[in-house]
């Protein structure tokens, strides 16, 4: 089971490595003059420590004091064409431990943190620097800057654009609801590792002793560091998010489908009062038909704000814009959405609706119990069981598979072969396997966007197991659409009071799970349990139905044992999914 879990992390990886190693350009400067001849130029920037870090600087034209955009990544983007222009000079900086830079990775520690700080008090006095600074970051270099904003930067930064990236590294992408996300963190080290070793000659010709080998043994270090760390410890408290000394204003970019998706949403959660903007419009899985150019216009126009000081008022824009799907990720991808702005994220004035798992049969699924979710209370309750077995993940994990999707491999992608296959991106294929709740059909459309929350009692024939659970949009014609995915494994039963987010009525819509150390059950010993899903956006149309499932985990996670998982529903079972509608909408049904 281990050596099959880890040959599809390894594919996936290879895919992701194929379309991820350069960042999305933030399209910065290329105002007037953008007929200049690139320029870039190759320096070493040297750490208080003695390790050396290798620093791309490219402009258009000769490299004349400008406001710095300055990215610290652990892959090897190219640079600098799309990020510097008449306007702008761009940094590109391989952390330590990566690319062609000296030192041992160290996951984004303490180390990694100091040399942001250092590198740009150092870049912002060269001569090819004006003294006004910004950062950049896309995916791993979005969470560099995240986990290094509680040291005190230098005074010459002034704002950041940060797309993707995590909140809580352990939650939001490796550990999420505490399951090991095997296929993220085997990414990581392969995409970060291969061109760490396609530099291995320039390290040779500088320091054999001290460059290659340390670099390749500090590999392997982090690989063992990330599964001898199962529970958020004080390892992963050191590589997450400690607030924000700096006040920084910062653009927040994500989509709804990114495989990481809660990080963004929580930085702006935490960092709003500095001015903090958040912008739903694509990362990792793309930008929907007809708005590519929406996410590069609005990054140009906070770096023009904040970094040259013009008038432009995008600091006057909605605080968060964002596009809910209309009905799918492949819908969502193909230009079906619906704009949405608000004053705030959760938005202000929704509305958790609680849907009952009703085990009265639905009619519509074909799955092992083909339950129902009701408004009301159920009349019947009932204990129900699903093995659980690994699922087919482009089916039950939209977030990941939204990053597969998006690789080109020519004119094709793997959204291509899932749009023309579309078993492989609806429940078809594991609803047999799964219990599944449906609503009646829905009177109106439905607007949905913000935390979803599952609140159920279950055991196990295993010591220990995942909970998995897929929210659905099923069309008129029975196809049941993934459009939110919650996860929890059963050794984190517990949750924070205080740091869940709650509604008007005081219940928690958030869960904030405790992972600091597992509590297993024993083997058939039924508990509750409140498990989160990363935040949805969609739109349920009228005559839609809703449907949930509880299934295997996901084939791209490190699953605990096999077993057989029992399920309390209906009448005072305390079974429900909390669904957040927006203010407008109403959740009724036929």
Known sequence: ?????????????????AGCGTSAPPATGGHSGSASPQVTQDVRFTASDGITLRVKIGGRGALAPRPLIVEFSPYDPGCCAEYAGPDYNYLQVHIRGTGDSDGGFDALGARSQQ?????????????????????????????????????????????????????????????????????????????????????????????????????????????????QHPTLDDWWQERGTRGDVNHLPILMITSFYDVEPRGPFQAFQQLRSDGAHLFVYGAHDGAPAGTEDARYNEQSAWYDHYLRGIDNRVEQHPRVQMLLSDGDRLDYLAGKFLAYD?????????????????????????????????????????????????????????????????????????????????QLADMTLMEPLSLSYTSAPLTQDVMSAGPVSLEITLSSSA??????????????????????????????????????LKD???????????????????????????????????????????????????????????????????????????????????????
């Open 115 to 227: 040399d942001v700080v250092e590198v740009l008090d150092w870049a912002c006095r060269q001569p090819w620097s004006n003294g006004t600074a910004g950062v950049y970051g896309f995916s791993a270099s979005a969470i560099m800057i995240y986990n290094a904003l509680h040291l005190r930067l230098p005074s010459c930064v002034k704002s950041a654009v940060l797309m993707a990236g995590t909140h809580e590294l352990y939650r939001d992408l490796l550990y999420p609801g505490g399951i090991p996300n095997i296929a993220a963190g085997t990414f990581v080290l392969v995409g970060i590792g291969g061109p760490a070793a396609s530099e291995s000659f320039s390290r040779l010709q500088r320091n054999p002793l001290e460059s290659v080998l340390p670099t390749t043994l500090a590999m392997f270090d982090v690989g063992l560091e990330y599964l």
């Open 463 to 500: 010591p220990e197991t995942d909970v998995y659970a897929v929210m659905a949009d099923v069309s008129p014609d029975g196809r049941a659409h993934p459009v939110a995915t919650g996860r929890l494994r059963s050794a984190y039963p517990d949750v924070d009071p205080e740091r869940s």
């Open 504 to 590: 008007a009525d005081g219940d928690i819509v958030q869960p904030y799970g405790v992972y600091a150390a597992k509590n297993d059950a024993a083997p058939l010993a039924a508990r509750p349990y409140r498990v989160e899903f990363w935040p949805i956006g969609n739109r349920f149309r009228k005559g839609h139905r809703l449907r949930l499932y509880l299934v295997g985990v996901s084939a791209y996670h490190l699953p605990a044992l096999p077993g057989v998982v029992n399920v309390s529903v209906g009448a005072n079972s305390g079974a429900r999914l909390l669904l957040p509608v927006l203010p407008g909408s109403a959740l009724q049904l036929n």
């Open 1 to 17: 089971m281990k050596r099959g879990r880890l040959c599809i992390a390894a594919w996936l990886a290879a895919l992701l490595l």
């Open 342 to 422: 608000s004053s705030d994220w959760p938005v202000p004035g929704t509305r958790w609706q609680a849907l009952a798992l009703d085990p009265a049969r639905s009619g519509t699924a074909q799955s092992i119990n083909d339950g129902s979710l009701t408004l009301g209370a159920p009349a019947a309750s009932a204990m129900q069981s699903y093995p659980e077995i690994a699922s087919l993940p482009t089916e039950t994990d939209p977030h990941t598979t939204g990053v597969v999707g998006a690789m080109t491999f020519g004119s094709y992608s793997f959204n291509t072969l899932m749009t023309a296959i579309p």
